[in-house]
């Protein structure tokens, strides 16, 4: 009697595995046939390619080109389009604005190499290629890593840096990737069970913002719409591995590296940021002392979404002490 429903319950876990392995499986062959638009299919006629020794960079530009230049830097996967209320308010305060999408998401070609280091030097050839002035950099989020590498790298492309819930991993004890996320096919189930799944899109914006009403159709769909592109899954699997893992070759990952930083810095955090918290800001500001830490209050890891008014006179306020 014990044998058989041993053996019983040893059928039914079976089945329950096979049928969480096919779910699994589902799940990545749904984005394979998915994934099959052109770059030129998706991307909005409002932005044009700039060509860099890695590849085409998709940039969205606003505002007088005689304004002072202001560059922009997305989250991960998120792209240019996210900053669309925050470009319309620099713009009509007589800024140019230039909104980038960093690889592998957004429009952008995807070479595969997406190191801090790698993405400043992108984003400088971008610059150079556009004939741009010195610039206001902003990086929010992972983007904050390859602003800030950009700045110390390129000093002289920089007359400035806000840093927006900057995720640069200041106060985590270097670390490499996981062992588990070597096989690359590994990466691309999780990739597309999460960032490249449609069905979860609005659940992970819903976790990184503290006005969970802020998830709106809206932006679930910008955060959508390059998603459909070719090999999406496998290219942001790609870039997993690296942002697993410590960017230990980064000048933005030394701590000692910010007591270089010549340029005027700002800061601006959602006091209610649990991707990034507060204390990170304040920690950042130790670097930073000469940096003015402006708090967001009510908001979290994406203000420029969560309350778009007070994000950009916030924005706007610590530019006009720039």
């Known amino acids: 009697m014990i044998f058989k429903l041993l053996r019983g319950t040893a ?3 079976l089945i329950v595995l096979i049928l969480v392995v096919v779910a699994i499986a589902g799940f990545r062959i749904a ?3 998915r994934e099959t638009a052109g770059r030129g299919d998706l991307a909005p006629s409002t932005g044009h390619w700039v060509s860099t020794r890695s590849g085409d960079v998709f940039v969205q530009e606003k505002g007088p080109a005689t304004g002072t230049p202001i560059v922009l830097f997305h989250g991960t996967a998120a792209w240019s389009e996210l900053w669309r209320a925050t470009s319309d308010a620099l713009a009509g305060a007589g800024y ?3 909104a980038l999408d960093l690889p592998p998401f957004g429009f952008s070609d995807r070479p595969g190499s997406y190191t801090r280091q790698d993405q400043a030097e992108r984003v400088n050839d971008m610059l150079m290629r556009l004939n741009v002035q010195p610039a206001i950099i902003v990086g929010h989020s992972f ?3 390859a602003a800030t590498e950009l700045v110390l790298r390129f000093p002289d492309r920089a007359r400035a840096l806000v840093l927006v819930d900057a995720a640069l991993g200041l106060t985590a004890a270097p670390s490499d990737a996981p062992a588990l996320l070597r096989p690359k ?3 691309e189930i999780l990739v597309s069970l999460t960032v490249t799944n449609p069905f979860a899109t609005r659940m992970l914006l819903k976790s990184l913002i503290a006005k969970k009403d802020r998830a709106l159709p809206e932006y679930v769909e910008i955060l ?5 592109r070719q090999n999406s899954t496998s290219d942001i699997a790609d870039w997993l591995y690296y942002f697993a893992g410590s960017d230990r070759a980064a000048q933005s990952a030394d701590r000692n590296a910010y007591a270089r930083l010549k340029q005027p810095v700002a800061i601006l955090w959602g006091e209610l940021d649990t991707v990034t918290p507060l204390e990170q800001a304040r920690d950042l500001n130790v ?6 830490l402006t708090l967001l209050p009510g908001l979290g ?3 420029q979404i969560e309350d778009p008014k007070t994000f950009n006179d916030a924005l706007l306020k610590a530019l006009a002490t720039l």
Do not use: D, E, K, N
Not at 224 to 228: K, T
Not at 287 to 292: E, F, G, I, R
């Open 11 to 13: 059928r039914l876990c």
């Open 287 to 292: 670097l930073l002392p000469q940096a003015h």
């Open 31 to 33: 984005a394979w046939v």
């Open 224 to 228: 959508q719409r390059p998603l459909s």
């Open 185 to 187: 096919w590994l990466r």
């Open 301 to 303: 890891h994406i203000p």
């Open 143 to 145: 983007g904050a890593g």
């Open 96 to 98: 140019h604005v230039i």
